[in-house]
């Protein structure tokens, strides 16, 4: 069975920073593109990022570019997602998806990003 | 960019209706690379329909996906009560990888 448990998310401050992650099992890691997304509370999805099975090949929304950093370690069967500078917009649910190419087939249940003072 | 914009926001229907939900796209996604979501309070989105009309594993044969190039639609053949919920659209030819802001199909 596919799972995708995600973890790290917690209450930061604006400016602060913060990692979450993915665990995967069930399926051949090394061979799924990984994407976060994002849902604020009471409100829809927005894409966040997607990293290539590989690692070599990395795609981010604009809002997030220079700010989020998503990695992997194949070996691990891990994903990252490496959050700085966080804003209070950032707050959020945030889904590790997982699929052949950019196709999202399947989603963990996620993890609370809060940005606040 | 490509922006997809689902229409209506609400809908309230029957159990037993037809619901026809449409997703359409500023610019033509690429191999109709879109994909249909529902999703219930309290969960992750469940995805229905992949390449915009092929039904995911376990999908009833109630829920239908059409459309090419900028227009898509949903539908629900008859409505069941498990089926109220929120139906998001998806691209997945392009990125940014991005979402419709949603149809919320309510109970009449």
């Given at each position: 069975?596919?799972?995708?448990?995600?973890?790290?998310?917690?209450?930061?401050?604006?400016?602060?920073?913060l990692?979450?992650?993915?665990?995967a099992?069930?399926?051949?890691?090394?061979t799924?593109w990984?994407?976060?997304v994002?849902?604020?509370?009471?409100?829809?999805?927005?894409?966040v990022?997607?990293?290539?099975?590989?690692?070599?090949?990395?795609?981010?929304?604009?809002?997030?570019?220079?700010?989020?950093?998503?990695?992997?370690?194949?070996?691990?069967?891990?994903?990252?997602?490496?959050?700085?500078?966080?804003?209070?917009?950032?707050?959020?649910?945030?889904?590790?998806?997982?699929?052949?190419?950019?196709?999202?087939?399947?989603?963990?249940?996620?993890?609370?990003?809060?940005?606040?003072? | 960019?490509?922006?997809?914009?689902?229409?209506?926001?609400?809908?309230?229907?029957?159990?037993?209706?037809?619901?026809?939900?449409?997703?359409?796209?500023?610019?033509?996604?690429?191999?109709?690379y879109?994909?249909?979501?529902?999703?219930?309070?309290?969960?992750?989105?469940?995805?229905?329909?992949?390449?915009?009309?092929?039904?995911?594993a376990?999908?009833?044969?109630?829920?239908?996906?059409?459309?090419?190039g900028?227009?898509?639609?949903?539908?629900?053949?008859?409505?069941?009560?498990?089926?109220?919920?929120?139906?998001?659209?998806?691209?997945?030819?392009s990125?940014p990888?991005?979402?419709?802001?949603?149809?919320?199909?309510?109970?009449?």
């Amino acid at each position: 069975e596919v799972q995708l448990v995600e973890s790290g998310g917690a209450l930061v401050q604006p400016g602060g920073s913060l990692r979450l992650s993915c665990a995967a099992s069930g399926f051949t890691f090394s061979t799924f593109w990984i994407q976060w997304v994002r849902q604020a509370p009471g409100k829809g999805l927005e894409w966040v990022a997607i990293i290539k099975n590989d690692g070599r090949e990395t795609h981010y929304v604009d809002s997030v570019k220079g700010r989020f950093t998503i990695s992997r370690d194949n070996a691990k069967n891990s994903l990252t997602l490496q959050m700085n500078s966080l804003r209070v917009e950032d707050t959020a649910l945030y889904y590790c998806v997982a699929g052949v190419g950019w196709r999202p087939d399947y989603w963990g249940q996620g993890t609370l990003v809060t940005v606040s003072s | 960019e490509i922006v997809l914009t689902q229409s209506p926001g609400t809908l309230s229907l029957s159990p037993g209706e037809r619901a026809s939900l449409s997703c359409r796209a500023s610019q033509s996604v690429g191999n109709n690379y879109l994909v249909w979501y529902q999703q219930k309070p309290g969960q992750a989105p469940r995805p229905l329909i992949y390449g915009a009309s092929s039904r995911a594993a376990g999908i009833p044969d109630r829920f239908s996906g059409s459309g090419s190039g900028t227009d898509f639609t949903l539908t629900i053949s008859r409505l069941e009560p498990e089926d109220f919920a929120v139906y998001y659209c998806q691209q997945y030819a392009s990125p940014p990888l991005t979402f419709g802001g949603g149809t919320k199909v309510e109970s009449k």
